[in-house]
């Protein structure tokens, strides 16, 4: 009987390896396939590589990760940024592999990919969130204290705002689904859905109260929540960050992320905005195309509590060990994080705001982690999060 039981342990290990490892494939080819698009193709182009800088390149990866990388990413990247870095970090990379290796709690992020959920942790560590107004999660209506509420309960209380926002928080990305709306909404409850304007949302989504920025950001561009986008990760035993940005609407739009339009610019420690903004496909502005504000040495005020509280955020769950965080600065001067991001995360984005890598002097132990992790089987990665080597 021992013998059964050990043999069915293995096969159901072997298989879960099988799994995972087809899963990170898919990944790999996913960013892989990113640059078959004709216009990324041709951002790479305007930053041709010296034979210096691709033996660079080469030394890195070949010393460190045990193979080289394709070349492309950094182009990209050093076309965005007017500069290069050899420490440059590729998406291939990244999503595949780092994020992968760093999250594998998968019970931890199905949990906290809900956006319904995680306000319920930040108000436990004194965090601040979006004020909710009503949501729904699994079909079920609450109120912003999580009681459960009625159809009749909900459109009353959306009744006595001037305005709100509305998204899903489940299953949801680069503003796909966000609404403002007003009194005049035309909003219908229906088993565990609602419409909104002839907008359906089904079981999982969240009414809230709309986030007035401080005025620092409102001068940029006020018709959006302009957000930082800052990424941490647990390293050995304390929270690191990587470069910060800050994404910015723009067009009359209330959302800023790149996907939907916005453009994206870097930001120092200081709060202190550096150089340019883009686009995702490499337009860039000196100025604010609605406003005229001028981005470099442009100054955020209070930005300090915005990177302190996504650090303590983060303390909080470290059975994820890399998070996206969207993050603001409210007209009180207080730090709101609006989403942590916990999967299909991206690196591209700071390293094309800033122009450096996103691990610094720090990328030789990163790819050697990656070295360790690939050689061994996924069921034994767990052990070896946060840069640890056995």
């Known amino acids: 009987m021992n013998i059964v039981k050990t043999l069915y342990s293995n096969y159901r290990i072997a298989r879960q390896d099988a799994r995972t490892s087809f899963i990170l494939r898919k990944r790999h080819y996913k960013e892989l396939y990113k640059f078959r698009d004709a216009r990324r193709i041709a951002i790479a182009k305007q930053f041709p590589l010296s034979k210096e800088q691709k033996e660079a390149i080469d030394d890195?990866?070949?010393?460190?990760?045990?193979?080289?990388?394709?070349?492309?990413?950094?182009?990209?990247?050093?076309?965005?940024?007017?500069?290069?870095?050899?420490?440059?970090?590729?998406?291939?990379?990244?999503?595949?592999?780092?994020?992968?290796?760093?999250?594998?709690?998968?019970?931890?992020?199905?949990?906290?990919?809900?956006?319904?959920?995680?306000?319920?942790?930040?108000?436990?560590?004194?965090?601040?969130?979006?004020?909710?107004?009503?949501?729904?999660?699994?079909?079920?209506?609450?109120?912003?204290?999580?009681?459960?509420?009625?159809?009749?309960?909900?459109?009353?209380?959306?009744?006595?705002?001037?305005?709100?926002?509305?998204?899903?928080?489940?299953?949801s990305c680069s503003g796909q689904g966000c609404v403002k709306a007003d009194q005049g909404a035309k909003i219908e409850f229906s088993n565990g859905a609602m419409s909104l304007n002839g907008n359906i949302y089904t079981q999982d989504f969240v009414i809230?109260?709309?986030?007035?920025?401080?005025?620092?950001?409102?001068?940029?561009?006020?018709?959006?929540?302009?957000?930082?986008?800052?990424?941490?990760?647990?390293?050995?035993?304390?929270?690191?960050?990587?470069?910060?940005?800050?994404?910015?609407?723009?067009?009359?739009?209330?959302?800023?992320?790149?996907?939907?339009?916005?453009?994206f610019v870097a930001i120092?420690?200081?709060?202190?905005?550096?150089?340019?903004?883009?686009?995702?496909?490499?337009?860039?502005?000196?100025?604010?195309?609605?406003?005229?504000?001028?981005?470099?040495?442009?100054?955020?005020?209070?930005?300090?509590?915005?990177?302190?509280?996504?650090?303590?955020?983060?303390?909080?769950?470290?059975?994820?060990?890399?998070?996206?965080?969207?993050?603001?600065?409210?007209k009180d001067g207080n730090a709101i994080v609006l989403e942590a991001n916990t999967s299909d995360g991206g690196v591209w984005l700071p390293q094309m705001a800033h122009g450096v890598g996103p691990f610094g002097e720090r990328i030789t132990e990163v790819l050697q982690w990656l070295r360790f992790m690939n050689k061994i089987k996924p069921h034994e990665r767990g052990r070896f999060t946060a840069g640890r080597i056995g």
């Open 268 to 330: 120092n420690e200081n709060g202190v905005i550096c150089n340019h903004a883009s686009t995702e496909f490499n337009e860039n502005y000196e100025c604010h195309p609605d406003t005229g504000v001028k981005f470099e040495g442009y100054k955020i005020a209070q930005f300090d509590k915005v990177l302190a509280t996504v650090t303590r955020f983060h303390e909080a769950i470290p059975q994820i060990g890399c998070i996206n965080w969207d993050a603001t600065i409210d």
């Open 60 to 171: 890195l990866y070949e010393t460190n990760y045990g193979k080289r990388i394709g070349y492309i990413w950094h182009q990209n990247y050093a076309a965005h940024a007017g500069r290069f870095d050899y420490k440059f970090f590729p998406e291939v990379l990244y999503f595949p592999e780092f994020e992968a290796y760093q999250n594998q709690n998968n019970a931890a992020i199905e949990l906290l990919s809900d956006k319904n959920f995680l306000p319920v942790v930040a108000k436990g560590i004194g965090i601040k969130m979006p004020q909710t107004i009503v949501d729904c999660a699994n079909g079920v209506l609450r109120d912003s204290e999580k009681h459960i509420i009625t159809k009749t309960m909900a459109k009353e209380l959306l009744s006595r705002k001037q305005s709100f926002f509305v998204k899903p928080t489940v299953d």
């Open 208 to 263: 809230q109260e709309l986030i007035e920025c401080n005025e620092s950001l409102q001068r940029i561009y006020p018709y959006a929540v302009n957000t930082f986008r800052i990424i941490t990760y647990i390293w050995k035993d304390s929270i690191q960050h990587m470069p910060i940005s800050l994404r910015i609407g723009r067009g009359g739009k209330y959302v800023d992320n790149a996907h939907a339009g916005g453009i």
